[in-house]
């Protein structure tokens, strides 16, 4: 226990009972939310309980984030850009020759970073499961032999997991360091934060799991029957072979395992204070660092994905999805706090963002797991409201 304790700045507290009535009204389990304000923690709460460990939810609890993990990834390669060690328009093939394979000669790390590179899922029929299909050797060698499902950079369409597999690929080769090794240098120590794609088994204890209400989106559905031969059904072929987000909590060895595993589009585990930390830092300094500049900043958050064709993608992203480089950009799903609002929702209703015009970050984690509808999830909703009314 880090011995924290909860903190609202004054004119912060409608969100104080906002996340109150997330409890009593939106059937909360165990969540954390925080807030920056001008590179200031004006936000700090946590509540709950862990159901499935049966304890109060822990001051220094972690959670895995989903997806929210693909924003951590970005701040990555953001870092890197500015670093000059990855390139947006240079073709994955300069750093990884085998990718050009199959007709992927052209594919630059830009595509892959905005979903538009066609290879959304390993190719069917690997053999592989588990974890084995989330990274490693033998996925990565698949992934750089398969054709795309479509001609790169002309549609997108949501990479759960192969986003992170091929990002990974590619930051190794360019630099010699894992995505997750970068997450610690560059982002979680300079900033003291809680912030891990790896988790250390020493850690494992703080980890809150978490409990799907309903369905699980990465599961296929069998009472949909869409059209043959479109890409939602060549999704749920994909998704009949995919292996599962997360462990069974009742085998310890295996959640060691997915704790254990670097896995940048998904894997990440950490606290509602990082993810906000790390947003403010995007914005402007926090404790005297600042991740990225001003022309880095315009051009990871450049749209990219607004004049290609969105195929539909279900589960945690909606067809509204819009992105920069790797950063989820607002729509209807994920609004935020404007157009200009940035970050990346996660399976179950988890959030990271943050948006320079109200110069606001906001980092939310939750153990009741649940689809995250058209409009949003309602509890991170309910949040922002407060926010953006405390701001006003």
Known sequence: MSQAEPFVAEGFGTVADAFRRNFTECGEDAAAVAVFHRGTKVVDLWAGTDVVNDRPMPDDALMMVASCTKGITATVLAMLVERGQLDPDERVATW???????????????????????????????????????RGPAVTAALAGAAPLWEPGTAMAYHPVTFGTLLDEIVRRATGRSIGQHVRTLVAEPLGVDLWIGLPEKEIPRVVPGVWEAVDPMRPVDDEQPEPGTYAALRQDFLRENGPMDPDFADGEQVRDFYAAERPAVG??????????????????VGGVRLIEQPTFDEVTRPRTDDVTTLIESGTAGPDIRFGLGYQLASPSMPGFGPRSFGHTGAGGRLGIADPDHDVSFGYICSRMKNIGAGGDPRWRNLIDAVKASLS
């Open 96 to 134: 990884w020759p085998e990718f050009a394979a199959a007709g992927k000669g052209e594919v630059t790390l830009g595509m892959v970073a905005s979903h538009t590179a066609g290879l959304p899922y390993p190719p069917l029929g690997t053999g592989l499961s588990g974890l084995d299909l989330h």
């Open 268 to 285: 990440g585990i950490t606290d509602a204070r990082a993810l906000a930390t790390m947003y403010a830092a995007l914005l402007g300094p």
